[in-house]
């Protein structure tokens, strides 16, 4: 038995496999592009830790391809084999269950034993770690906070994983509505691990939501040593930069944003396409022409129509196929959406059916130019879309979408009341974009015009 770097007892002999599997920790809160490397090590050098078979399993879970599911379940089969020849601890044991749990499609059963983890061990970051991921997927920000908050008090200010829990916490605390404390504690985070790039993109999220575009690009400006280092994640945050340059106007930056960065390389990853969707989208929807940039994301988007891993996935993969006008690709992952929403076990189906159903279809009459009827179904969406997973800025493209068909539709009342709700979530701050749109509704109610808005 050894010690890692969180001061967790695990099986393991050899201190070269110690190292690597600090690695993985360390790498998995950073983010970092190196951590499958070391994971790689560990099951080479220890090929009977159940734990790290369960971590490898529970990693491609997380990333929400369908095909990497095979992939999990053999990890799962690996690690069951490994207890059998190697005693292990309650401890690991738990996190073999959870990843069979998310096999089953029950990750909120997963993150029950998380949980149960951090109860008797609350300074296992692994498994804060893990909680917090999966409760973001599920769109549960008030559980995020409250397991982070659960276990606060256990971290001593030395502790190798406080850094990474403050970051997580900004996170939460952000997506909870309290902006200034999570500015403070994203900062703070980033202070104490230099690579913590969820802390520093909790951060900019604040200044997304306060409309604080100007604020955000200073924040970002000479910190990218926080998340160059990272997998996929440092599009992410190319992404919130481009965002900000959006929100002032600077339509060149954003372009060579997208390209250079957003996509600089043209994975079929959701979280990538999510990205470059809802980027591409908002950028149409302020009347920037985008050229061909949708015919990419809607070559790989076609081929996850049968997918179903994600709402949040398929939503964003609709973006790249109504963008591109691909209607038939559009029908097939309507359908596949609906068949989901009638299965009878699993988290899933409870998302596929609301707000997955409602929401599909109003992307697609939005695509469709059908702006009366993608509002109603937008709307009607509107209050369940938490539950899609993500964040608030991840969500806001469909708010955006919803706020645009209705004013296309000539539904200001209404659309005035979701700017006002859109408004009062994010603490009476206001971006350009909404400040656009209210300028809208009152030129159209001077013309004595509330049949519709032009559409860009």
């Known amino acids: 038995m050894k010690q890692d770097v969180f001061g967790q007892m695990n099986t393991l002999s050899q201190s070269a496999s110690v190292e690597a599997w600090n690695g993985v920790l360390l790498g998995f809160m950073a983010h970092a592009a190196v951590t499958p490397q070391h994971l790689g090590k560990v099951l080479e050098l220890a090929p009977d830790f159940a734990l790290g078979h369960a971590i490898k399993g529970l990693f491609m879970v997380l990333l929400g391809r369908r095909e990497m599911t095979v992939v999990a379940v053999e990890a799962l089969s690996d690690a069951k084999a490994a207890m059998e020849r190697q005693p292990i601890t309650e401890r690991e044991r738990m996190y073999v269950e ?83 404390k999570a500015e403070i504690a994203g900062r703070q985070a980033l202070w104490m691990v230099s690579d913590d790039a969820w802390g520093l993109h909790a951060v900019a999220h604040v200044h997304e939501m306060q409309g604080n575009a100007q604020l955000g690009l200073d924040w970002l400006a000479g910190r990218e040593i926080a998340w160059t280092h990272c997998n996929n994640f440092r599009y992410h945050v190319w992404w919130h930069k481009a965002l900000m340059h959006l929100d002032l106007g600077q339509v060149d930056q954003v372009i060579e944003l997208y390209d250079t960065h957003v996509r600089q390389d043209k994975t079929d990853d959701y979280r990538d396409i999510s990205n470059a969707t809802s980027l591409l989208s908002r950028m149409e929807l302020e009347g920037v022409d985008v050229g061909n940039r949708w015919e990419e994301l809607a070559d790989l988007s076609a081929a996850r129509t049968e997918d179903g891993c994600v709402i949040f996935a398929d939503l964003h993969y609709l973006l790249a196929l109504t963008g591109d006008n691909r209607s038939d690709a559009t029908s097939k992952m309507l359908k596949r959406i609906q068949k989901d929403a009638q299965r009878n076990q699993g988290d899933t189906p409870v998302r596929m059916s609301d707000p997955g159903i409602a929401a599909s279809k109003g992307l697609e009459a939005f695509g469709e130019g059908q702006y009366a009827a993608a509002f109603d179904f937008l709307s009607s969406a509107r209050n369940g879309m938490q539950l899609v997973g993500g964040s608030h800025a991840q969500r806001d493209v469909f708010e955006r979408i919803t706020i645009d068909s209705g004013l296309r539709a000539g539904r200001l009342d209404a659309v005035e009341r979701i700017l006002d709700d859109r408004r009062a979530k994010r603490a009476g701050g206001e971006d350009n974009y909404a400040l656009a749109r209210r300028a809208l509704i009152d030129a159209a109610r001077d013309d004595g015009d509330a049949q519709s808005v032009p559409a860009e």
């Open 98 to 180: 959870a990843l069979g749990l998310y096999l089953d499609d029950l990750p909120s059963h997963a993150i029950q034993k998380f949980e149960q983890i951090l109860r008797t061990h609350p300074q296992d970051t692994l498994a804060m770690k893990l909680s917090h991921a999966t409760r973001f997927v599920l769109g549960d920000p008030t559980g995020m906070r409250r397991s982070i908050e659960r276990v606060l008090p256990a971290y001593e200010p030395d502790h190798p994983g406080r850094g990474y829990l403050l970051g997580c916490h900004a996170f939460a605390l952000e997506e909870t509505g309290e902006y200034q």
